[in-house]
C-alpha cells in the first residue's frame, strides 16, 4: 500500500495506543500501522505501548511497554501471570515495582507492626499497602519510560478515539499522552499524532494535557472534522490535515469473497451488539440499554420469520455478554436452537473474512461499521455517540443510522428495508468511499514516513 523509501536503514518506532488486546477496531488500526512501517521500512524495530503488553505481544509480534504506572478505574495496565517476565526485550513495569518494594521493607515492616498493634482490619491494612505501593509506581514508570525513549526514534499515537477522558478521566489517556510526549521531547524524539479521534474531554485538566501534548508534536492529522472541531481552542491546530481512521489502510490477510456455507440461498445477516451503558460501561443507564437489547431481539426474531441466516458477532470482548444476553432472550421466547449462530471471532483475519461472507450487518460500534464497509457490505448503524454519526455522514449511510437512546423495532425495521431496496446504490457508492479513503491514507504515510 505504502511504497517503499530509497533508505531502508533499520529505524525505530514506538506506537501508543490506550489498547487491552479486547478491541479488534482498535487492533486493527495497530496492525495497519504496523504493516505499513514493515512496507516503508522493512527492518524497522516497532514496539507497542498499550495497556496489555503481554497480549499486544501475542497479537501483533511485537515487544511491547506498558503505557501509564497509574492504575484507574477502566484505564489500567494489565499483566499475564509473572512467569512472562524477562521473555521480551522490554522490560515488565510490574516486575520492576515488585522488586523496589521488596527493598522498601524498612517502610513496611515497621508500618505492619503498627497496624497490628492498632488491631487495624486486615482488609483495611492491604488497601494501605495497596495505596503506598501506588504512590511509588508511576515515578518507577516515568523513568523507565525515559530509559526506555533513549532507543525510539519516533513516537507515534497511533490513530483511534485517542484524545479522551471518559475512560480513567483525566489521568488516564489525557495525562499519559501529556507524559509520554515530555519524555519523548525531553529525549529528542519526533512526535506524531496519526489520525487521531476526539471522543470526550470533560474537564479542564484533560484539555490543559491535550494542548501540551498537541504543542509538543512535530506532525498532527485528525480523523474527522469533528475531532478537530472538538478542539477548536486549540488555535494552533487550525491548519492540521483531516485524514481517514487507519483501519481503511489495514490489509487482510485472507483475501477472497468468502463463503455462505450452509447458508446458501439465505440471506446473511450478522449482528455486532455493544455494551453501552450497561453494568460494564463507565456510565449506566439500564432503562436504555434494556431497551436496546430489546429492540434488538425483536429485530432478530422479525428477520428470522424470512429466509435469513443470523450472526451475532462481536469486536470487543466487552460486548460478549450481550450477545449471550439476546441469544437467552430468544430462546425463552421459543426461537429453536440453531436458527441463530452466537459467533466467536478469534483473529482479525477471521473478522475479515466472516464480514465477506455477510451480505448485510447491523452494528453500533465504529469499526464495527467501519470494517463492515471496507467488505463492502450495507450497515444499519445502532448510533452510541458522536463518532459514529459523524462517521455514517462522511459516509453518506445518515439514512441507515438510527440513535440508541431512543431506538425502536419499527425504525429499525423501516431503516432496513429501505437499506435493502437501496442495495445496489449503497454498495456502488461505499466502493469509491472507500478506495477513496485508502488513497488518501496512502498519501498520508508517504509524506510522513519516506
Not at 500500500?1 to 479486547?22: C, D, E, H, I, Q
Not at 475531532?227 to 485524514?243: A, C, E, H, Q, W
Amino acid at each position: 500500500m505504502v511504497n517503499a523509501p530509497k533508505s531502508k536503514g533499520n529505524r525505530s518506532f514506538a506506537l501508543f495506543t490506550p489498547y487491552n488486546g479486547g478491541n479488534m477496531g482498535d487492533g486493527i488500526i495497530q496492525e495497519a500501522v504496523i504493516q505499513n512501517l514493515r512496507r516503508c521500512f522493512p527492518a524497522a524495530r516497532i514496539i507497542g505501548v498499550t495497556l496489555f503488553p503481554e497480549r499486544t505481544e501475542s497479537i501483533h509480534g511485537i515487544p511491547s511497554f506498558p503505557a501509564t504506572g497509574f492504575s484507574r478505574r477502566f484505564y489500567a495496565v494489565e499483566h499475564l501471570v509473572s512467569e512472562t517476565e524477562g521473555k521480551t526485550d522490554i522490560p515488565s513495569l510490574s516486575g520492576s515495582v515488585k522488586r523496589r518494594l521488596k527493598n522498601m521493607e524498612f517502610i513496611f515492616s515497621p508500618m505492619k507492626k503498627i497496624m497490628a498493634k492498632l488491631h487495624v482490619p486486615v482488609a483495611i491494612a492491604k488497601s494501605i499497602h495497596a495505596f503506598i505501593a501506588e504512590i511509588f509506581r508511576e515515578p518507577v514508570h516515568i523513568i523507565k519510560t525515559f530509559n526506555f525513549l533513549k532507543d525510539v526514534e519516533v513516537l507515534i499515537f497511533s490513530g483511534g478515539g485517542q484524545i479522551d477522558d471518559y475512560w480513567g478521566g483525566a489521568f488516564g489517556q489525557p495525562y499519559a499522552m501529556f507524559k509520554w510526549a515530555v519524555l519523548s521531547k525531553l529525549r529528542g524524539k519526533k512526535i506524531i499524532f496519526l489520525s487521531i479521534g476526539a471522543c470526550s474531554l470533560d474537564s479542564i485538566l484533560s484539555r490543559i494535557f491535550i494542548r501540551y501534548s498537541f504543542q509538543l508534536a512535530d506532525y498532527r492529522s485528525f480523523r474527522d472534522h469533528e475531532s478537530k472541531n472538538m478542539l477548536k481552542g486549540f488555535r494552533f491546530i487550525s491548519m492540521d490535515p483531516v485524514f481517514p481512521d487507519l483501519a481503511f489502510s489495514y490489509i487482510p490477510g485472507t483475501p477472497g469473497k468468502g463463503s455462505k456455507g450452509d447458508s446458501v440461498g439465505k440471506t446473511i445477516i450478522g449482528i455486532s451488539p455493544i455494551a453501552y451503558l450497561s453494568e460494564r460501561w463507565p456510565r449506566n443507564n439500564p432503562s436504555v440499554f434494556h431497551a436496546y437489547i430489546q429492540a434488538l431481539s425483536e429485530l432478530i426474531g422479525w428477520f428470522l420469520k424470512g429466509q435469513n441466516s443470523i450472526s451475532l458477532f462481536t469486536t470487543d470482548s466487552m460486548d460478549q455478554h450481550v450477545s449471550d444476553k439476546i441469544m437467552k432472550n430468544l430462546q425463552a421466547s421459543g426461537v429453536e436452537h440453531g436458527k441463530i449462530e452466537n459467533r466467536k471471532i478469534r483473529s482479525f483475519d477471521e473478522l475479515s473474512k466472516f464480514l465477506m461472507e455477510t451480505d448485510y450487518v447491523v452494528a453500533s460500534r465504529l469499526h464495527g461499521v467501519i470494517l463492515a464497509h471496507i467488505a463492502n457490505k450495507p450497515v444499519l448503524g445502532i448510533s452510541y455517540d458522536r463518532k459514529v454519526n459523524t462517521y455514517m455522514s462522511e459516509m453518506d449511510q445518515m439514512e441507515y443510522c438510527v440513535d440508541i437512546h431512543s431506538v425502536e423495532t419499527d425504525s429499525l425495521i423501516a431503516a432496513y428495508k429501505k437499506m435493502v431496496e437501496n442495495e445496489d446504490e449503497i454498495r456502488e457508492h461505499i466502493r469509491k468511499k472507500v478506495s477513496i479513503n485508502i488513497q488518501n491514507l496512502e498519501f498520508q504515510y508517504q509524506n510522513i514516513l519516506t
